[in-house]
């Protein structure tokens, strides 16, 4: 329990633990003690229910009960309940006014309240499933690969995990006909999903994923009424959006019709659906009977059979009506629709129907004989010899192939990666892959988060890192109404794992008590730093800035950010500078090899320090009075006879 509370920074920094390992550890007690009570094992939930005990002010409650919503939206945890909801209650409602604003009819406005929201009678008003649609129904946007570009689906649906005691979140998606095809773009394997963050979304999905790690992605398709493919019989290739014969004009036992699609060979096929539409029915569909009647010496009536088989990565596999144990395997290698022109070619992706019970080719040996038979001049001119029809022959009007197939991604298993799977994350700066050439040690839903405000600073260069003096140039700034509250700076450094702390030891001086004034910061730069690491954009090392709390209006504007800066201090020696005189000319009195040319940077204004309350009171009034506005007994008194000296 104390990892779980030193990975989400901001619940330690609203509880004030932050550095306190002695209350971290009375915690970690506490919420074992309660979990044994229980025969219970901790978790994130046992560990909030003791923080919510120790709830004395609003920020850790608006924190505490956002991350109880997300427990329950990303892993099904249940909501507060008994005791527990009664002791948060309490905490609710006296800080009610102040954790969300009210509408015009009077009922709340924070969705805070919507969740917790409960009947008289003690019941949950929305379940969490309308909870989950509330807050993340339109949380993010989604679109697939086509060849007029990314598109979205016909309809999408964001919805939980819905594998029990799983964490996590389900995105369904249609795509109907009218859609454009799902293809790869050029140069790619396969097609490409992106999901991303959307911006109208009423609620950030950042602040209730970014805590989760991602360990597997899954996916499941189904396509029905598939035409686009490729089909041979025995006697060559044969055009399906017309009649077709799919056995050839004589076909006979073991004749074979085999269909092939190349998206089918990229995938690890579960389930074969496949459509056939008889063009005619043996004896105009009376069946084989009277098809045959007219033939003689008939032993047996045909009973055609298929055997449906699938070539799939692993060979072909005969299909049965129960499920075939075992994982589907797609192609082990790139699959491309030139080679679906040839059934020699196919390596994957096929269909393969196999005939039996034709009773020697549908008799078509014994129709001549029946049709001599017929013609042959007859002794009794009132006895009927009908001409048989031509031997049956399988003849189809249609063809639809439907398929589903799944897959697993395994994040932490690159190794695992079939031809065209790939997982790689894209932030504003840049794109990390993460599957299967992995370069970070923990794979999240978003970029990490370093903190509440970045400054990102590039490093270039043959001596970027190591020891560096940045100067940070503050601009002039006017009155600061209230003091500001302190916001400690972070220091970070881009590694080729990601974003590292920069060690305490490495930030040797900082004379802009934290990027709130002109200054120099002296930093010892590791060696490990990354360049041309995929986060960012350039080829040199990056750092980072990073404000550890809200509140960024405290900090001032800045000019500018430059290197090598020095910090000097001019000797008295009774003579002055003119103040219209020429520029001072800086240099070193040895030359210092690899510097360019110095220059001198002047020194802003201070930062004027604070107002009292009667400056602050006397400055708006004036400044209102002037504008003809009253807003102090004093204006109402002397602007009235101003404006009506009758009066």
């Known amino acids: 329990m104390v990892l779980a509370l030193r990975s989400d920074p901001e619940l330690l920094a609203a509880f004030g633990l932050d550095g306190n390992k002695a209350r971290l550890d009375a915690i970690a007690r506490e919420v074992g003690a309660l979990a044994a009570n229980r025969g219970a094992r901790p978790s994130l939930a046992l560990l909030y229910e003791v923080l919510a005990r120790n709830v004395l002010d609003l920020d850790p409650l608006r924190v505490l009960l956002g991350r109880i919503v997300a427990l329950a939206l990303v892993e099904r945890e249940p909501l507060p309940e008994g005791a527990y909801w009664d002791m948060l209650q309490s905490k609710i409602d006296t800080c009610r006014d102040r954790l969300g604003a009210q509408t015009a009819d009077g009922s709340s406005a924070s969705m805070i309240f919507e969740t917790f929201a409960r009947t008289p009678d003690g019941r949950l008003v929305y379940t969490l499933d309308d909870i989950f649609q509330k807050l993340l129904g339109d949380a993010f946007t989604l679109r697939l690969t086509t060849p007029a570009g990314p598109r979205a689906a016909t309809w999408t649906q964001i919805l939980p995990h819905a594998e029990p005691g799983a964490g996590g979140l389900c995105f369904r998606m249609k795509l109907d006909a009218a859609r454009p095809p799902v293809t790869a773009p050029e140069g790619a394997e396969a097609p490409v999903l992106s999901i991303r963050a959307a911006d109208s979304a009423r609620i950030c999905p950042v602040s209730i994923f970014e805590r989760y790690r991602v360990t597997a992605i899954g996916f499941y398709v189904r396509a029905e009424g598939l035409t686009d493919v490729f089909a041979f019989s025995d006697a060559g290739p044969v055009a ?262 920069l060690p305490a030891t490495a930030v040797l001086s900082d004379s802009t008590a934290g990027l709130m004034r002109s200054g120099l910061v002296m930093i010892d730069l590791p060696e490990d730093a990354a360049r041309n690491a995929p986060d960012m954009p350039g080829k040199g090392v990056w750092m980072a800035a990073v404000a550890t709390r809200p509140g960024l209006d405290a900090f001032p504007a800045l000019s500018m950010v430059a290197t090598n800066g020095l910090r000097v201090i001019r000797a008295e020696d009774g003579t002055r500078p003119a103040p219209d005189g020429p520029a001072r000319a800086w240099s070193f009195e040895t030359p210092r090899p690899g510097l360019g040319a110095m220059r001198e940077i002047a020194l802003p204004a201070a930062i004027r320090p604070p107002e009292t309350d009667r400056h602050y009171i006397a400055r708006v009034s004036e400044r209102l009075r002037h504008r003809k506005r009253a807003v102090t007994p004093w204006d109402m008194e002397r602007m009235v006879p101003e404006e009506f000296p009758e009066v």
């Open 240 to 501: 399906t959006d017309q009649t077709f014969l799919p056995f050839g004009p004589r076909p006979v036992d073991g004749a074979s019709f085999t269909i092939g699609a190349s998206e089918l060979a990229r995938k690890p096929v579960t389930e074969i659906g496949l459509g056939l539409t008889w063009a005619a029915l043996p004896g105009a569909g009376a069946g084989f009977g009277a098809q045959y009647r007219h033939y003689p010496d008939i032993d047996a009536l045909p009973n055609p059979k298929l055997r449906v088989d699938y070539l799939g990565g692993e060979g072909w596999t005969a299909l049965t009506e129960a499920p075939v144990p075992g994982q589907p395997v797609p192609a082990a290698a790139p699959v491309t629709p030139r080679e679906f022109r040839s059934r020699q070619t196919m390596r994957a992706g096929a269909v393969r129907l196999t005939l039996s019970g034709t009773a020697d080719g549908f008799h078509a040996g014994r129709y001549p004989l029946a049709l001599v038979r017929a013609m042959r001049t007859q002794r009794l001119p009132f006895v009927q010899r009908p001409v048989p029809p031509e031997p049956f022959v399988p003849r189809a009007a249609g063809l639809t192939l439907s398929y589903a197939a799944a897959d697993r991604i395994e994040l932490n298993a690159p190794d695992t990666a079939d031809p065209g799977e790939r997982a790689v994350q894209v932030s504003p700066f840049g794109r990390v892959e993460l599957f299967p050439r992995r370069t970070r040690p923990e794979v999240t839903l978003f970029p990490p988060r370093l903190g509440y405000g970045h400054l990102f600073i590039e490093l270039d260069g043959p001596h970027a890192t190591g020891p560096l003096a940045l100067l940070f140039d503050i601009a002039a700034s006017g009155h600061l109404r209230l003091v500001p509250d302190p916001n400690p700076i972070a220091w970070f450094y881009l590694t080729a794992a990601g974003w590292a702390a």
